[in-house]
């Protein structure tokens, strides 16, 4: 619940207006994930995205693996550089600067609207990668997503989190694991791997936690691969994990579905956090791209 101050100060300045949503349209669906969500900590939504939505993501995957290969993204590994990663994990990062194939994930209503429960208005996209647990994977360490946030717990969200499974989730492939009702917990209690249990469910189905909810990649011992899609979410006045004004191209925002350009960091938060000399950040971003379109008219009359 917002402070009363802040309620007063957000309206003054048309924060209020500028970031509200309105409800979800299938509130008694909303009504029963948010529930589940607040007993559980996670909640799953079976076969969210359809087989060619999912066969989709995973051929665009498959392409910018390619594309790692030849070392074009940098220094984004082909397997993960620590046992955190995981040894026999690939991970790629940054999915909203690679592609529009994957915005739909970040999207989804669903999703969204319990974010708009859970979260403050004008939350933020904190991560955007695919992780493919390749068989012989160990289990990750167990974690909760906000565990670098040094206000003692329990405390309400920090963020929330997706996984999208583009593989059928099952006992033995690596599928995530969750510690039901683990958000509730003190910060002296850790989370042991016999209190995990692994998310079953169809390829397509989305599991939604919260940041504060024990978890971990699963060990994999399928012989296969265990391709997911995650999205985390995090407060608006949060510094995010990946830095998303940097990571996708300025060129690129025109070319992206609005919300989630607001949702990378170009909307001004609540009262007014992340303005550029009074202005929205996106606005400071057209007037650097025509300052370097110019310049490269002066080098180049004929551009
Ligand atoms: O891959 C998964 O199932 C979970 C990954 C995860 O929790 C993480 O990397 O923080």
């Known amino acids: 619940m917002k402070p009363k101050l802040n309620q007063a100060v957000d309206s003054e300045v048309g924060a209020d207006r500028r970031l509200g949503r309105p409800p979800p349209e299938n509130r008694s669906k909303i009504q029963g994930l948010i529930d589940h969500t607040t007993e559980h900590g996670y909640v799953i939504i079976p076969s969210a995205f359809s087989s060619e939505e999912v066969e989709e993501a995973k051929a665009e995957l498959r392409h910018l693996a390619r594309e790692l290969e030849t070392g074009r993204f940098g220094p984004a590994p082909l397997k993960g550089r620590n046992t955190f990663e995981g040894l026999n994990t690939q991970r790629i990062y940054a999915l909203a600067n690679k592609s529009r194939v994957f915005d739909k ?5 669903d999703i969204l609207a319990l974010n708009d429960h859970f979260l403050d208005p004008g ?6 990668q695919s992780i493919n647990i390749k068989s012989g994977e160990a289990p990750q360490t167990l974690h909760h997503d906000d565990g670098y946030v040094t206000v003692p717990r329990p405390h309400g969200p920090f963020g929330a989190a997706i996984m999208v499974a583009l593989d059928p989730y099952t006992s033995t492939n690596g599928a995530t694991v969750v510690v039901p009702g683990s958000h509730k917990w ?19 189905s989305i599991v939604y936690f919260l940041s504060t909810l024990w978890h971990g990649g699963g060990e994999n011992r399928s012989g296969k691969d265990r391709i997911a899609l995650t999205v985390q979410y995090c407060q608006p006045w949060m510094r995010q994990l990946e830095n998303q004004i940097l990571a996708v191209d300025f060129e690129k925002l025109d070319e992206m579905p ?15 956090i992340g303005h550029v000399d009074g202005n929205s950040p996106r606005a400071a971003v057209t007037r650097l791209l025509e300052r370097h379109r110019n310049a490269r008219k002066e080098n180049d009359p004929k551009l």
């Open 105 to 109: 994930f970040a999207l989804h209503p």
């Open 123 to 128: 939350y933020l996209l904190n991560s955007f």
């Open 186 to 204: 003190s910060a002296d209690r850790i989370a042991d791997r016999s209190e995990a249990v692994s998310v079953i469910a169809p390829s397509g």
């Open 258 to 272: 609005p919300r989630l350009v607001d949702m990378l960091g170009y909307k001004v938060g609540a009262p007014f």
